[in-house]
């Protein structure tokens, strides 16, 4: 039984072909609007999500399916202390496949070792987010034509946020990529992505506080959000906060070609002036969103009826 | 202090001083009814002291923990008396339910019965993840 945990679990052919399916979905959706027809996607969201289920709901239904589930773990038997290995069996049982978002590290891993049907991971606390990723790839192929050879700036939390990590793991597959790792020094990326990713597999990567300089080399600028409750004092944030806030004026030495993506929910680190800019692609993302979950969806309803 | 040679079974030697009574637990020889010698701070040119551990057993033990717990200890097979073989335990591509979890936020934390898995990410810098968090292991 195929699952999507983690980004690791696809090939790197298998990412390339759901792109292409659901470029293809995009171009032509009333192909696809049946393909599931009398199948039911269960949603099982232990925490709040807005984006995610619907997103997950909308290509479900697309596809001619059906959709059953929960949004909050208080509406669901984990608030009489099932655990998610028994969840797991019992969804088998009336879904045929089953997207699960869940606070702890790793639940939707034990889902998919007690689950007879698909498991995809929505989001599993601060850890892994592989549909949010499919959705940046996507976004990069439509916007960029390729996923190779692009210099890429991530800005702003990149300790703690998961969809960057996920997104270096993913990009750090194709060839000539180069990274611009930019933040304060409280939020810089995790020492082991450095080892265990960049350094082991060659990719060239720069460090920088400075978003005004790494700005005109940049082929893509992924922003995410500084969070306040991230720093240890107060000082440090207020000195930090603007930095890492895009504003149009922000984007004067950037290359006319910049494409610039943010998995959102955004805050205030992407003024709303820069929405009407065309290099502003975070919108496009979420559709794209949609129509790589159809994809996925698809491919592993396919896998199972194996 | 004479401990009997043993005819059939395993000869760990060249343990840490101290750390005896640790690779017992792991290795589970509390379970065995065999007999078995423990001999602490013993002296060894190489370490000063050390700690041996024989054990008199006709059927082989499973001792693939012994990489990711003590790597550097050499392991003696013996058969009628002699040594027939020797080696240094090599890294186990995976440990269960040797060293828990530490990341409150990992589902091994609330879900029961569960087991705690890691898997050898790292050969070179001997570094084990969760197969559930990706969280290092840490003794």
């Known amino acids: 039984m195929r699952h999507l945990i983690g980004i690791e679990d696809f090939s790197n052919e298998e990412i390339d072909s759901l792109i292409a399916t659901a470029e293809d979905i995009i171009a032509d959706p009333k192909k696809y609007s049946e393909v599931c027809h009398g199948k039911k996607l269960a949603t099982l969201f232990y925490e709040p999500s807005t984006r995610t289920r619907l997103s997950f709901e909308a290509a479900m239904m697309e596809l001619g399916g059906g959709v059953l589930g929960f949004s909050e773990a208080q509406s669901s038997s984990a608030a009489k202390g099932e655990s998610v290995a028994d969840t797991a069996k019992v969804i088998s049982c009336f879904a045929d496949i089953m997207v699960m978002r869940h606070f702890k590290e790793g639940a939707p891993m034990v889902a998919s070792l007690n689950s007879t049907i698909p498991v995809i991971n929505a989001g599993d606390g601060g850890h892994n987010h592989p549909t949010q990723t499919l959705a940046d790839l996507l976004t990069i192929k439509r916007e960029k034509g390729r996923l190779d050879n692009m210099v890429i700036g991530l800005c702003g939390d990149l300790k703690f946020g998961r969809t960057v990590h996920s997104l270096i793991s993913a990009m750090s597959r194709y060839t000539g990529i180069k990274f611009i790792l930019i933040s304060p020094d409280e939020l810089k990326i995790p020492s082991y992505i450095k080892d265990e990713v960049l350094d082991k597999k060659g990719i060239p990567y720069e460090e920088t506080a400075s978003l005004d300089e790494a700005m005109p080399k940049l082929d893509v600028l992924y922003m995410t959000r500084v969070q306040r409750e991230r720093f240890f004092n107060e000082q440090d944030y207020i000195r930090l906060k603007d930095s890492y806030i895009l504003t149009p004026e922000k984007l004067v030495n950037a290359k006319k070609s910049l494409s610039i993506l943010h998995p959102l929910p955004r805050v205030n680190e992407i003024s709303v002036g820069v929405d009407k800019d065309p290099r502003a692609c975070y919108f496009k993302q979420v559709l794209n969103g949609k129509y790589i979950r159809m994809a996925l969806i698809k491919f592993l309803l396919e896998e199972a009826g194996k | ?139």
């Open chain 2, 1 to 139: 202090m004479t401990v009997d040679e043993i005819k059939t079974g395993v000869v760990i030697d060249h343990i840490e001083a101290g750390k005896a009574m640790e690779i017992y637990r792991f290795l589970g020889l509390d379970k065995l009814d065999c007999p078995i010698a423990i001999i602490k701070n013993a002296l060894s040119k190489r370490m000063a002291r050390k700690d041996i551990i024989k054990i008199d057993h006709d059927e082989m033990i499973d001792l693939r923990v012994l990489g990711y717990i003590a790597p550097n200890v050499t392991v003696n097979v013996i058969e009628n008396g002699k040594i027939v073989k020797k080696f240094h335990p090599e890294l186990p591509e995976e440990i269960v339910d040797i060293v828990k979890c530490k990341n409150p936020r990992c589902i091994t934390s609330t879900e029961q019965e569960l087991s705690h898995i890691f898997k050898l990410t790292d050969k070179e810098n001997h570094v084990y993840r969760c197969i559930y968090c990706e969280s290092k292991a840490k003794n």
